[in-house]
């Protein structure tokens, strides 16, 4: 597995295009064109932030049904009259073993639970906030067609800003293959 997987470990020119993003956003956009992405940015992080936390929310009160019933489950099993041995028709009996204590729920049981149910809440209530906050950025910066366009200009520009950078560094990388395979 190679440490690409991983966006935490990716090696990414971020200061770098982040300052080509400042450079296309002081000067493509008007004060007002940039407020209003700075407002649709924000929204796009605090429906972010909701989700997560009405994610994990969820997570830990599902976790904590789920952890109820199986206690609920195991105390109903526990109080019911077992059968001990098995009588076959030639006469002979083989005793049934009590599995009751195997299903009792424990601590480390109930510790993946709640981890398990959180990760994944955080996880769909993120992305779900993720998704409904770039709707209302969108719907924001879509309202006017004025401002949609300079932003739309602005961002083709940058875009086509970056994609210069990336075949500059890729056609280095070619240099430096070439010499070292011819």
Same mark, same amino acid.
Do not use: C
């Given at each position: 597995m190679s440490s690409e997987a991983f966006a935490a470990l990716r090696k990414t020119s971020g200061d770098d295009l982040g300052r080509l993003a400042e450079e296309h956003f002081k000067h493509d956009l008007r004060d007002e064109d940039r407020d209003l992405v700075k407002k649709a940015a924000t929204k796009i992080s605090t429906h972010t932030l909701i989700g997560s936390l009405l994610g994990v929310g969820l997570g830990g009160f599902l976790a904590y049904r789920l952890r109820?019933? *199986?206690? &609920?489950?195991?105390? &109903?099993? *526990?109080a019911t009259e077992k059968p001990?041995?098995? *009588?076959f028709a030639d006469g002979r009996e083989q005793a049934i073993p009590d599995i009751s204590p195997l299903m009792r729920p424990t601590p480390l049981g109930d510790a993946l639970t709640y981890t398990f149910f959180g990760i994944a809440g955080l996880f769909i209530g993120g992305e779900t906030g993720l998704l409904t906050g770039s709707w209302s950025a969108r719907r924001t910066i879509t309202s006017n067609p004025d401002v949609r366009g300079r932003v739309e200009k602005a961002f083709r520009s940058f875009r086509a800003d970056v994609l210069r950078k990336q075949i500059e560094e890729l056609e280095g990388d070619n240099k430096k293959d070439s010499l070292l395979w011819g």
């Amino acid at each position: 597995m190679s440490s690409e997987a991983f966006a935490a470990l990716r090696k990414t020119s971020g200061d770098d295009l982040g300052r080509l993003a400042e450079e296309h956003f002081k000067h493509d956009l008007r004060d007002e064109d940039r407020d209003l992405v700075k407002k649709a940015a924000t929204k796009i992080s605090t429906h972010t932030l909701i989700g997560s936390l009405l994610g994990v929310g969820l997570g830990g009160f599902l976790a904590y049904r789920l952890r109820s019933n *199986r206690k &609920a489950f195991y105390e &109903a099993i *526990r109080a019911t009259e077992k059968p001990t041995h098995v *009588r076959f028709a030639d006469g002979r009996e083989q005793a049934i073993p009590d599995i009751s204590p195997l299903m009792r729920p424990t601590p480390l049981g109930d510790a993946l639970t709640y981890t398990f149910f959180g990760i994944a809440g955080l996880f769909i209530g993120g992305e779900t906030g993720l998704l409904t906050g770039s709707w209302s950025a969108r719907r924001t910066i879509t309202s006017n067609p004025d401002v949609r366009g300079r932003v739309e200009k602005a961002f083709r520009s940058f875009r086509a800003d970056v994609l210069r950078k990336q075949i500059e560094e890729l056609e280095g990388d070619n240099k430096k293959d070439s010499l070292l395979w011819g």
